[in-house]
């Protein structure tokens, strides 16, 4: 069983910094791409940052509202990710979820439980 456990949200004020950091355990290999996605209430899901597996270097991704003040980094080793978001303004206000994506016998998407994080203005 494949278990994504985040952590790191919380309650921040308006230029602060909140660190998000997200575990995979269980049967899981060739992790192609982790990332962090964002809901807030009453929107859709969105995507936040990813990072994907290079041969030397892995690439990352933005959206644009992030662009700038986060930073997504991964240990390939430990399949973890960890997202840095500095600058943090209240429309960062979401749950954020952890992801992870690739092919093991057949491709997988495995999604964590979540984590709030809280921007107060």
């Known amino acids: 069983q494949v278990q994504l456990v985040e952590s790191g949200g919380g309650l921040v004020q308006a230029g602060g910094s909140l660190r998000l950091s997200c575990a995979a355990s269980?049967?899981?290999?060739?992790?192609?791409?982790m990332g962090w996605y964002r809901q807030s209430p009453g929107k859709q899901r969105e995507l936040v940052a990813t990072?994907?597996?290079?041969?030397?270097?892995?690439?990352?991704d933005y959206a644009d509202s992030v662009e700038g003040r986060f930073t997504i980094s991964r240990d390939n080793a430990k399949n973890t990710v960890t997202l840095q978001m500095n600058s943090l303004k209240p429309e960062d206000t979401a749950v954020y979820y952890c992801?992870?994506?690739?092919?093991?016998?057949?491709?997988?998407?495995?999604w964590g439980q979540g984590t709030h994080v809280t921007v107060s203005s």
């Open positions: 992801n992870a994506k690739g092919y093991y016998l057949y491709e997988y998407n495995y």
């Open positions: 269980g049967s899981i290999f060739n992790i192609n791409s």
């Open positions: 990072i994907t597996r290079g041969g030397i270097t892995n690439y990352a």
